[in-house]
C-alpha cells in the first residue's frame, strides 16, 4: 500500500457514479492513512462532501486557499466574499470569485 498518491483529475472521463466510486474509494485509503493529493474539475456536491481538506489555487498558481473543506464557506465570508445564492456550491462560489473577479476585488484572499 503506498503512503502518498498523486492524482490528476483520476474522474475524467468517469460518469458521474463512477467518478464518485473512484473518489469513495480514494476516501477510504485517505482514511486507511493514505495521503491523496488529487486535482478535480467540477466535482458534484456528493463527491466533495467526500474530502476533507481543499487547496485553491489561482490562474497564476497562488494559493488562495487550504484548508478544511468545512470551513471554506466561512473563511469567504469573512473577507466579504459571501454567496448571495447558498443553491451554489461553497467551491463554485469559490471559482467565481477568484476567476471572475479581478485583482482587487479578491484583494485578501
Request: charged share 20%; glycine share 10%.
Amino acid at each position: 500500500r503506498p503512503g502518498v498518491l498523486f492524482l490528476d483529475e483520476p474522474t475524467t472521463g468517469l460518469d458521474s457514479t463512477n467518478a464518485a466510486n473512484v473518489v469513495d474509494l480514494l476516501a477510504r485509503l485517505a482514511s486507511g492513512g493514505v495521503t491523496v493529493m488529487m486535482s478535480l474539475h467540477q466535482p458534484r456536491p456528493d463527491i466533495l462532501r467526500l474530502i476533507e481538506r481543499v487547496t485553491l489555487m489561482s490562474k497564476t498558481g497562488r494559493v488562495v486557499y487550504s484548508g478544511p473543506m468545512a470551513a471554506a464557506d466561512g473563511f469567504f465570508e469573512r473577507l466579504g466574499h459571501a454567496s448571495v445564492d447558498r443553491s451554489i456550491h461553497v467551491i463554485d462560489h469559490m471559482l467565481d470569485v477568484v476567476i471572475k473577479g479581478s485583482t482587487q476585488e479578491v484583494k485578501g484572499l
